[in-house]
């Protein structure tokens, strides 16, 4: 709606600064419209010419964004603190904690009752959370085995 706006404001504006070009006797509308149509077809002209081209927002919005890389090594830590877990755990945080299922679907799913959905969603929740806050090992700063009897002699 701004862009009409601003098209019939900029072909009037035209009109007045060229009025020394009308022809007496011949129709303003049309060649008022006619200056409208002429300036809408250079503006698209130089939409589809430079913007398209040069523009760098079509190109970017194409582009998929990959998460940054400390997001990364979290979600591998997740992954790895979940390997942690008895399935039962597993189980249970993936239906409540993914899947954003209620604690009645799980339990019925699970066929157990609602109570015990609750107390292992806690110890599951523990756990990953005390999986979580362990000091890593890097591999690159443990010793080898034989390094390591070494340094112990």
Known sequence: MRDAEDLVQSALLRAIEKKHMFKEGT??????SKIMFNMFVSK??????????YDPEPYLE??????QQDIEMEVQDVEKAMQTLS???KDILIMVCVENM???EVAEKLNIPVGTV?????RARDSLEQAMTQPKVDAFMTPAPEMAARMAA
């Open 118 to 122: 609750r107390s292992r969603l806690s």
């Open 27 to 32: 129709n303003l509308y049309s060649w008022v």
């Open 44 to 53: 698209y002209r130089r939409k589809v010419k430079f913007e398209s081209q």
């Open 62 to 67: 194409k582009q998929s964004v990959k998460a």
């Open 87 to 89: 399935e039962d755990h």
């Open 102 to 104: 209620q604690y009645a």
